[in-house]
Every structure is written in structure tokens, then in C-alpha cells.
């Protein structure tokens, strides 16, 4: 027996999210068939087409938003002095989530790693340095995960923008190791970022 | 800081998801958003719009289908004086995969459950005994969870169908306790509905 087509396609969809196998993809999708008004289901549709349709990132930080410049460096009550760089826009939110950084951002879209041919040149590292010259930063706080790809961004970011004279800082290792930024807890965000060291 | 309303939005309808808590309702729209291309954006989008539009009960056996009678409902090969009683859709499509059954099915849309207040005339029960006076069944397997509210949906249609002079059978209980018909595993399923006994 074939599944019919509608049912198929839904299933699919839903496979094609992170972590979500065939199983939960089937139970996803029946709970919409089933247990999902329409109005629901007409405003998922609606909200998955409007944000494609209505994000972009921020020509300064990257971050990902509706408005240019971003809600963050548009805010005249920021720290314009600290940048804290960190790899994905969701990193931007968990740090913002702990309102103890007051600074603003830059979304690197990425780290470094050469086993998946990603270099310098496809992050937004240029983009980092324009900011540097332009913007009056005395520091930039390195806020990476903890992960073998964030470690080697944070030292060739800190070779790369040693002479500049902008403080470089790295936070500190309240993460665990393997931990990304994204899945730490807010305690452990706080620490991590107090205890932040010369690098 | 708040979340551009796009990103709310659609955070929001992942979190409607069984399963689906906050936080990962996060990371599936961040995902949507950050790695997903939009042509899969709006294929997902349009499945959900498809899915509830173009799906319905079928007539005869209640399964969700996209044609009127359903595809089990209308294939000529298989067994129409055998019919599985389940309670949902999903139902069906376990036991279809394991491809060892072939009468027919009618889906329940429900148990018994008094203390939700689901009573006989909430579930699919009067469209069942209007089945067995217009078909030709000769045995109705229950196949219902093994759980308190699948036992006792099955006692009472043991006892309802009783003077009708079909035979009523129940899938053996290969099923753990409290496991769902949805989550079992097909060689389970297989056994449970060789082993099944006449109430």
C-alpha cells in the first residue's frame, strides 16, 4: 500500500529537518493531518514563506533579521566599543538570551575547518576587519564553541588582528568541551564569558 | 532583544509539534531559515497546505486518503471478510508495512476513554456495525493498543458485536504494556496477529 501523495510529500519535508528520522517524520505529519486545525497549518505554511522571504542579514553584523541595519546595531544604547564575534545568528540569540553582554555582534556564518574546505575567505572575517577600521572597537571577544573548528578560528583570529591594537579576548572555558554555543546553559554562558582571557 | 517576528512566528508553529519543546522548535526554525534553500521552503510549505486540503476520512473505513473510497477500500484483491479495527490512521500504515495482512481495515478515530470523555458515540463504532449488516465479514480483529483504554475499548465491542455471528478476535499480546500499535516493531505486529485469540 502506497501512502497517498499529499501524506508523502509532507513526510518528506518533515525528514528533511535536523534530527528528525522517517519514524517522527510519519508521527509529524499525522499530527498535522490529524490534530492540526487549518488555520494552524495555513499559518505554518505562511510563517515558513515569510521567513525566507522577509530574513536577510544585517549588512554590518550578519545577524539574521527583518530590518537593515539589525534591531542590535541599530540600538544607540549599546556598547559600541566590544564586538563579540560568534559562528551562527542562533549563538547571537542563547548570548542575548543572559542580557549580561551589552556590546554587539559579528555572525561569522561559519568557523574554519579545512577537512570541509571552509577557509578565511568563506566567513565573514573581511567584513570583521572593515568593522575594526571603521568602528571604534577597543575589543573583540571570541565567542566560539568550544570545538576543535572553533579553537583554531579563535587563534587565527587572534594572530590575524594582533597588530591592530584592539584588545582580543576569547571566553572562557566555562563550555564544555564539544559543547556548542547553542546548547549551553545560561550559567555556564555567564561564566564563560567573565572569565574571558588575553589572548 | 526580541526575535525578528518572522523568526517568531515560525518558531511558534514548530512549537505546536508533538515533541517539539522550545528550544528545538529554535534550532528547527534556525535551520529553516539559515540552511534550508527556498525551494524546499515552499514544497514544505505547500505539502502543509496540500496535506489539509487534500486529504479526507474515507467513506467506508474512515482511513485518510486522497480518493473516495480509499485505496484499501477499493482494491478488488484483497480479503473483504476480514476487517482490522484501529484507532488511527497511522495504524493502518504499521500494520500495512509488514505486508502480512490483507482484509480490510476501519479506523476508530479513537478508545474508549471516560474520563476524556470519550464515549461509543465519539469513535467510529455505529459506521463499524453498519459495515458488518452491508458486507460480507465473517471475522473482526480488534487490533487496538495494549493499553487500559484499548482493552477496554476491545471488551466492549467483544460484547457489542457478540450476537452478530461474526467472529471477534483480538492481535495476541505480543505488544508490551502500555506500548502503542504506532511504535511497535513489525515482527511484534506479525506475532501479535498470528497469536490472536476468539473472545
Given at each position: 500500500?502506497?501512502?497517498?501523495?499529499?501524506?508523502?510529500?509532507?513526510?518528506?519535508?518533515?525528514?528533511?529537518?535536523?534530527?528528525?528520522?522517517?519514524?517522527?517524520?510519519?508521527?509529524?505529519?499525522?499530527?498535522?493531518?490529524?490534530?492540526?486545525?487549518?488555520?494552524?497549518?495555513?499559518?505554518?505554511?505562511?510563517?515558513?514563506?515569510?521567513?525566507?522571504?522577509?530574513?536577510?542579514?544585517?549588512?554590518?553584523?550578519?545577524?539574521?533579521?527583518?530590518?537593515?541595519?539589525?534591531?542590535?546595531?541599530?540600538?544607540?544604547?549599546?556598547?559600541?566599543?566590544?564586538?563579540?564575534?560568534?559562528?551562527?545568528?542562533?549563538?547571537?540569540?542563547?548570548?542575548?538570551?543572559?542580557?549580561?553582554?551589552?556590546?554587539?555582534?559579528?555572525?561569522?556564518?561559519?568557523?574554519?575547518?579545512?577537512?570541509?574546505?571552509?577557509?578565511?575567505?568563506?566567513?565573514?572575517?573581511?567584513?570583521?576587519?572593515?568593522?575594526?577600521?571603521?568602528?571604534?572597537?577597543?575589543?573583540?571577544?571570541?565567542a566560539?564553541?568550544?570545538?576543535?573548528?572553533?579553537?583554531?578560528?579563535?587563534?587565527?583570529?587572534?594572530?590575524?588582528?594582533?597588530?591592530?591594537?584592539?584588545?582580543?579576548?576569547r571566553i572562557a572555558?566555562?563550555?564544555?568541551?564539544?559543547?556548542?554555543?547553542?546548547?549551553?546553559?545560561?550559567?555556564?554562558?555567564?561564566?564563560a564569558l567573565?572569565?574571558r582571557?588575553?589572548?
Amino acid at each position: 500500500m502506497q501512502y497517498p501523495k499529499p501524506i508523502t510529500k509532507l513526510i518528506e519535508s518533515f525528514s528533511k529537518l535536523p534530527g528528525v528520522g522517517h519514524k517522527t517524520a510519519e508521527r509529524l505529519a499525522f499530527y498535522v493531518i490529524s490534530d492540526m486545525n487549518d488555520d494552524e497549518a495555513t499559518k505554518f505554511a505562511r510563517a515558513l514563506i515569510d521567513a525566507k522571504r522577509a530574513l536577510f542579514e544585517c549588512e554590518t553584523c550578519a545577524f539574521v533579521t527583518d530590518s537593515n541595519p539589525c534591531s542590535i546595531c541599530a540600538d544607540g544604547g549599546r556598547d559600541v566599543t566590544m564586538i563579540a564575534v560568534v559562528e551562527s545568528s542562533k549563538d547571537v540569540l542563547s548570548l542575548e538570551k543572559m542580557r549580561s553582554f551589552h556590546g554587539r555582534y559579528h555572525v561569522l556564518g561559519g568557523v574554519l575547518s579545512p577537512l570541509d574546505g571552509i577557509g578565511p575567505e568563506d566567513i565573514g572575517i573581511a567584513p570583521l576587519i572593515e568593522r575594526l577600521k571603521n568602528e571604534e572597537v577597543t575589543e573583540v571577544i571570541l565567542a566560539l564553541g568550544a570545538t576543535l573548528e572553533g579553537d583554531a578560528t579563535s587563534q587565527y583570529l587572534a594572530r590575524l588582528l594582533k597588530g591592530t591594537g584592539v584588545r582580543i579576548t576569547r571566553i572562557a572555558r566555562g563550555l564544555e568541551m564539544g559543547r556548542s554555543i547553542d546548547y549551553a546553559d545560561e550559567v555556564t554562558l555567564i561564566r564563560a564569558l567573565e572569565g574571558r582571557v588575553e589572548l
